[in-house]
């Protein structure tokens, strides 16, 4: 989130812009890769192949999403990080990036033929990721709250 | 920067596993191969040589005592040789179907790089039509070159008899009015048997044969994937060699759990059929050997449940126990990823006679794994009608190893009229005929009769 509330500058638009779409685009991996483990779950219990694909595309679709939001919350940072410490910023960002970079490593295991394509390392993966993002965006929100005061 | 370098880490470790496992290749060849424990990778072992066509005067390399030339050079995709009773060659050409509906991400990157080794971009485009190739002296240099049938669906299998010829399109076994001596078909095919084809056609390439009493066709049907990734429905009918009526069209399964078999082929003289198989990929570089097997009416062969015989495959489900107790195991193994596609039976005088009652197989090449093998065609010895001893080496040269290229890549094979081997090469554009090394054709045969219509 924007944390241009602890300068006694005036906001300025582009940092607000930057930190907007870096909120803004985190919403997309975080929805992506917790539904991913779901539709993992799903396939183990029905052997349709249908969920496979979903859990694939997922998968994909975040790590694009989630390397823009990556992108663009890392230059909110580095603009922002002289005007005070954000508490909490830190576990931020090192969940999201561990996050993403399982994610990776789960779409080469997704991208398998078949079965092992998600069961073993593809749903551990996907479980994991999934709990990281979730954990990540709480580490957020927090920051966000205690800024916000 | 951390996303940058974690990536950068993750590339590095995955580039320094870019080699296969020391293996004994010859380990891998005939009745009981070894087999390592599956593997399954992040980036599974891939390495797709190019193609750049033929150099002037380079030629594959033959083994001692024969000689190679090109029949027909600058085809357009030449995949199957067949000899007519007469003596005339076809040459059946093909370009790929349609390509599949994207499944994953993974799909069309995968098909990206399988279309790097089937073409290069000043060679010949790739069309799917039958060249007839006239060399009735037997002398190497075609007095004619002419197109008999154009604008088909993705041929591949063509076998004449008794005035009819029947082209095994990627959909659709056609049989066309033909008296041997004919250069041109003009009339319209007549829908024999519908084939499985699109929209998904993984493995298209659908060949022919005719049972030693001419009532039955037989034409191979390939699997629909790798190993079911594209579900259950689209297997329906496939991985299997349909028997088909030759006067009604009617069809039966002859026999099943054939992921990719081509080339079905009669032993000269028996009711035994065989036929080449492409195993399965993405197990490692050791793993699956393609294999040369004898086929029995009912059988069943292991795809996609097992692998050679009770190795059952992780990547299936639901698995089937049953189907995997029942399964075959095959007569012959060739190696891993070769790529067998083409078979004939040699049983002319023309070569060596170590030759004689042996098979031909062309191996098309592998791609998934670091080190190439096939990409050339071997000899197979049999005693008493069964596959038997090591596969040799007959006609080698088609990579550029050096420079990780194709010169030209063999697939289907057949034997013409004076006993010359006749190769079909897709990538090299071109018609390959073995003969003894200083052969002249002095005391040709005859050409056959013609026969009647």
């Given at each position: 989130?924007t944390?241009?509330?602890?300068?006694?500058?005036?906001?300025?638009?582009?940092?607000?812009?930057?930190?907007?779409?870096?909120?803004?685009?985190?919403?997309?991996?975080?929805?992506?890769f917790t539904?991913?483990?779901?539709?993992?779950?799903?396939?183990?219990?029905?052997?349709?192949?249908?969920?496979?694909?979903?859990s694939?595309?997922?998968?994909?679709?975040?790590?694009?999403?989630?390397?823009?939001?990556?992108?663009?919350?890392?230059?909110?940072w580095?603009?922002?990080?002289?005007?005070?410490?954000?508490?909490?910023?830190?576990?931020?960002?090192?969940?999201?990036?561990?996050a993403?970079?399982l994610?990776?490593?789960?779409?080469?295991?997704?991208?398998?033929?078949?079965?092992?394509?998600?069961?073993?390392?593809?749903?551990?993966?996907?479980?994991?990721?999934?709990?990281?993002m979730l954990?990540a965006?709480?580490?957020?929100a927090?920051?966000?709250?205690?800024?916000?005061? | 920067?951390?996303?940058?370098?974690?990536?950068?880490?993750?590339?590095?470790?995955?580039?320094a596993?870019?080699?296969?496992?020391?293996?004994?290749?010859?380990?891998?060849?005939?009745?009981?191969?070894?087999?390592?424990?599956p593997?399954?990778?992040?980036?599974?072992?891939?390495n797709?040589?190019?193609?750049?066509g033929?150099?002037a005067?380079?030629?594959?390399?033959?083994?001692?005592?024969?000689?190679?030339?090109?029949?027909?050079?600058?085809?357009?995709?030449?995949?199957?040789?067949?000899?007519?009773?007469?003596?005339?060659i076809?040459?059946?050409?093909?370009?790929?179907?349609?390509?599949?509906?994207?499944?994953?991400?993974?799909?069309?990157?995968v098909?990206?790089?399988?279309?790097?080794?089937?073409?290069?971009?000043d060679?010949?485009?790739?069309?799917s039509?039958?060249?007839?190739?006239?060399?009735?002296?037997?002398?190497?240099?075609?007095?004619?070159?002419?197109?008999?049938?154009?604008?088909?669906?993705?041929?591949?299998?063509?076998?004449?008899?008794?005035?009819?010829?029947?082209?095994?399109?990627?959909?659709?076994?056609?049989?066309?009015?033909?008296?041997?001596?004919?250069?041109?078909?003009?009339?319209?095919?007549?829908?024999?048997?519908?084939?499985?084809?699109?929209?998904?056609?993984?493995?298209?390439?659908?060949?022919?044969t005719?049972?030693?009493?001419?009532?039955?066709?037989?034409?191979?049907?390939?699997?629909?994937?790798?190993?079911?990734?594209?579900?259950?429905?689209?297997?329906?009918?496939?991985?299997?060699?349909?028997?088909?009526?030759?006067?009604?069209?009617?069809?039966?399964?002859?026999?099943s759990?054939?992921?990719?078999?081509?080339?079905?082929?009669f032993?000269p003289?028996?009711?035994?059929?065989?036929?080449?198989?492409?195993?399965?990929?993405?197990?490692?570089?050791h793993?699956?050997?393609?294999?040369?097997?004898?086929?029995?009416?009912?059988?069943?062969?292991?795809?996609?449940?097992?692998?050679?015989?009770?190795?059952v495959?992780?990547?299936?489900?639901?698995?089937?126990?049953?189907?995997?107790?029942?399964?075959i195991?095959?007569?012959?193994?060739?190696?891993?990823h070769?790529?067998?596609?083409?078979?004939?039976?040699?049983?002319?005088?023309?070569?060596?006679?170590?030759?004689?009652?042996?098979?031909?197989?062309?191996?098309?090449?592998?791609?998934?794994?670091?080190?190439?093998?096939?990409?050339?065609?071997?000899?197979?010895?049999?005693?008493?009608?069964?596959p038997?001893?090591?596969?040799?080496t007959?006609?080698?040269?088609?990579?550029?190893?050096?420079k990780?290229?194709?010169f030209?890549?063999?697939?289907?094979?057949?034997?013409d009229?004076?006993?010359?081997?006749?190769?079909?090469?897709?990538?090299?554009?071109?018609?390959?005929?073995?003969?003894p090394?200083?052969?002249?054709?002095?005391?040709?045969p005859?050409?056959?009769?013609?026969?009647?219509?």
């Amino acid at each position: 989130m924007t944390d241009t509330r602890a300068d006694t500058r005036p906001p300025g638009a582009g940092r607000a812009v930057l930190g907007g779409l870096h909120a803004l685009l985190g919403a997309f991996p975080l929805a992506y890769f917790t539904f991913a483990f779901v539709t993992d779950l799903v396939y183990t219990r029905t052997y349709n192949l249908q969920w496979q694909y979903f859990s694939i595309w997922l998968i994909t679709a975040g790590l694009v999403m989630g390397g823009a939001s990556i992108f663009f919350g890392a230059v909110d940072w580095l603009v922002t990080r002289r005007s005070g410490t954000h508490r909490g910023a830190g576990w931020h960002i090192l969940l999201t990036l561990a996050a993403w970079v399982l994610a990776l490593i789960n779409a080469f295991v997704h991208s398998r033929d078949g079965w092992t394509a998600v069961a073993g390392e593809g749903i551990i993966l996907s479980g994991i990721v999934a709990l990281l993002m979730l954990l990540a965006a709480g580490m957020s929100a927090l920051t966000y709250r205690r800024d916000a005061r | 920067m951390k996303i940058f370098l974690a990536t950068f880490g993750a590339t590095c470790a995955l580039l320094a596993g870019c080699s296969d496992p020391k293996f004994d290749e010859s380990s891998q060849t005939g009745p009981n191969p070894a087999l390592p424990d599956p593997k399954e990778f992040l980036l599974p072992p891939v390495n797709v040589a190019p193609g750049k066509g033929w150099p002037a005067n380079r030629t594959p390399v033959v083994a001692a005592g024969l000689q190679i030339r090109a029949l027909a050079l600058g085809l357009h995709h030449p995949r199957f040789v067949y000899t007519l009773p007469n003596g005339d060659i076809l040459a059946v050409q093909a370009k790929s179907p349609p390509p599949e509906p994207v499944k994953r991400p993974k799909d069309p990157i995968v098909a990206k790089v399988k279309n790097k080794a089937t073409s290069y971009p000043d060679g010949p485009k790739a069309e799917s039509r039958i060249t007839l190739i006239r060399d009735a002296d037997g002398d190497g240099t075609p007095e004619l070159t002419t197109v008999l049938l154009d604008k088909l669906n993705s041929p591949f299998g063509v076998v004449y008899y008794e005035g009819t010829l029947y082209v095994a399109n990627t959909d659709a076994v056609v049989a066309y009015p033909f008296t041997p001596g004919q250069t041109k078909i003009a009339q319209p095919g007549r829908l024999l048997t519908l084939l499985p084809g699109g929209p998904i056609d993984h493995h298209w390439t659908k060949s022919l044969t005719i049972s030693p009493d001419g009532t039955k066709l037989y034409a191979t049907v390939g699997s629909n994937s790798n190993i079911v990734e594209n579900g259950w429905d689209a297997e329906r009918d496939r991985a299997c060699v349909w028997e088909i009526d030759r006067a009604t069209g009617a069809h039966r399964i002859f026999a099943s759990g054939l992921r990719n078999p081509n080339s079905p082929q009669f032993y000269p003289g028996t009711n035994n059929i065989f036929v080449v198989v492409n195993e399965r990929d993405e197990l490692g570089a050791h793993l699956v050997p393609d294999y040369l097997t004898s086929i029995k009416d009912g059988g069943f062969y292991g795809w996609p449940y097992s692998y050679w015989g009770q190795h059952v495959d992780p990547r299936v489900r639901p698995q089937n126990p049953n189907m995997v107790a029942q399964a075959i195991k095959p007569d012959y193994a060739l190696g891993s990823h070769v790529a067998a596609l083409g078979l004939t039976f040699y049983t002319a005088n023309l070569l060596p006679p170590h030759y004689r009652g042996g098979a031909f197989i062309g191996e098309h090449g592998s791609w998934d794994r670091y080190t190439p093998s096939g990409y050339k065609v071997v000899f197979v010895p049999f005693v008493n009608g069964r596959p038997s001893g090591k596969p040799e080496t007959v006609v080698n040269g088609f990579l550029d190893q050096a420079k990780g290229r194709t010169f030209g890549r063999p697939v289907g094979v057949a034997v013409d009229r004076f006993g010359a081997l006749i190769i079909a090469d897709d990538v090299g554009n071109a018609v390959w005929r073995v003969t003894p090394a200083g052969w002249h054709p002095a005391g040709a045969p005859p050409a056959a009769p013609t026969q009647r219509r």
